[in-house]
């Protein structure tokens, strides 16, 4: 009885992703399963957090030296296309300087990925501007030193 179970998960599985990957594309069906940067950067000098039209949060984290980011994260609790976009926003913003990094926006993030479903264009526009915010966040604490 297992085994029967077990493949009618597994043949759910594969077709879940099979159609997943149909409808958003395999670049964002390989960010979603396996993105980049995910997580919070403890040693962030930057760092922001935004919330989005359909609830979803985006956070993104830098640690910027010398005006030119070193590192940097995100974390999202939304759906597999804020991870695919917070993914590439944190990869984008990687060894840019901090006038490089503030010019990343959706159009960007749509050239690595492909595009996206009309319902989830948001996800990018949320990760470019989350990025955008941690970028001015350090900024402006810089500024008040």
Known sequence: MASKLDEFVNQCQ?????ETK?????????RWLQPRFFGKLPNAT???????PCGESMEIYLRIEMRSIKESSFYTDGCGASIACGSVAAELALNKTLDEAVTIGADAIFAVLGELPEEHEHCAVLAAETLQAA????????AEH
Do not use: D, L, P, W
């Open 46 to 52: 930057g760092a922001a957090r935004v919330t989005g």
């Open 22 to 30: 149909e409808v958003y594309g395999s670049g964002v069906f390989k």
């Open 135 to 142: 970028i001015h966040n350090h900024m402006q604490s810089q």
């Open 14 to 18: 594969r077709q879940i992703f099979a």
